[in-house]
């Protein structure tokens, strides 16, 4: 596989359910991100991570948790989220020299009922 | 903090046309502003850069142009054609910092 992978693609959950996003990069990036993008707003950052150490948390919910083990992979655990929370969900990786270079995957489209 | 704005919301232009995306931003130690292509059910691609020592960047029918004293940069896309139909984002960064600022997206549909 190449470039920026994303699953599941599709997620439908209740708001008592936990659920985990996977991201995984194969491009040897050392930065890597999550997006949240909901109708007609900008994208809005959610969390950074530089060599696998949370950089950046954007005043994200703790119902969000995000988990980064290596600098390949990134996941997203949720819990307890609410109607509101549904939005495409997109991960992003980028190389920690030169300039803010960012490569995403396809989303995650979450639908919480 | 960085502010980007972006005009329009939507575009619709004949085919063989060009389309014009403008962007404002406020932070004037912003060096990076990409632009990315989003078609439907995919993530954002990246389809041009520039850096701020650079005026103007061409690639194909697509270029950037910057101008830093007024704090804007431009997407101009030339002959467009059907496949060019998506949301295009601006966006600004400043180098040594890891986040980008995006503006909130062009609809850009181009009628056959």
């Known amino acids: 596989e190449t470039g920026v992978t994303q699953t599941p693609r599709h997620l439908v959950m209740g708001m008592t359910n936990k659920k985990s996003l996977k991201c995984e990069q194969h491009?040897?990036?050392?930065?890597m991100y999550w997006y949240k993008q909901s109708a007609k707003k900008p994208l809005e950052l959610m969390f950074v991570?530089?060599?696998?150490?949370?950089?950046e948390n954007n005043s994200v919910p703790s119902r969000f948790s995000p988990e980064c083990p290596n600098s390949s992979h990134l996941f997203l655990h949720l819990h307890t989220l609410q109607p509101e929370d549904s939005a495409l969900y997109l991960c992003?990786?980028?190389?920690?020299?030169?300039?803010?270079?960012?490569?995403f995957g396809p989303g995650t489209r979450l639908t919480v009922l | 903090g960085e502010n980007v704005e972006q005009h329009p919301s939507t575009l619709s232009v004949q085919e063989g046309d060009s389309a014009v995306i403008k962007c404002t931003y406020s932070d004037s130690a912003s060096n990076y502003f990409p632009w990315y292509k989003q078609e439907l059910g995919k993530g954002p691609q990246l389809i041009i850069d520039i850096r701020s020592n650079v005026g103007e960047k061409k690639d194909q029918r697509i270029a950037v142009t910057l101008n830093k004293t007024a704090k804007h940069f431009s997407l101009h896309i030339t002959e467009t054609q059907p496949e060019d139909s998506a949301v295009y984002f601006c966006a600004a960064s400043e180098g040594s910092a890891r986040q980008l600022t995006f503006g909130s997206g062009t609809q850009l549909t181009v009628l056959p």
């Open positions: 992003a990786s980028s190389p920690l020299t030169g300039y803010n270079e960012q490569f």
């Open positions: 991570y530089n060599f696998k150490e949370q950089t």
């Open positions: 491009l040897g990036h050392n930065a």
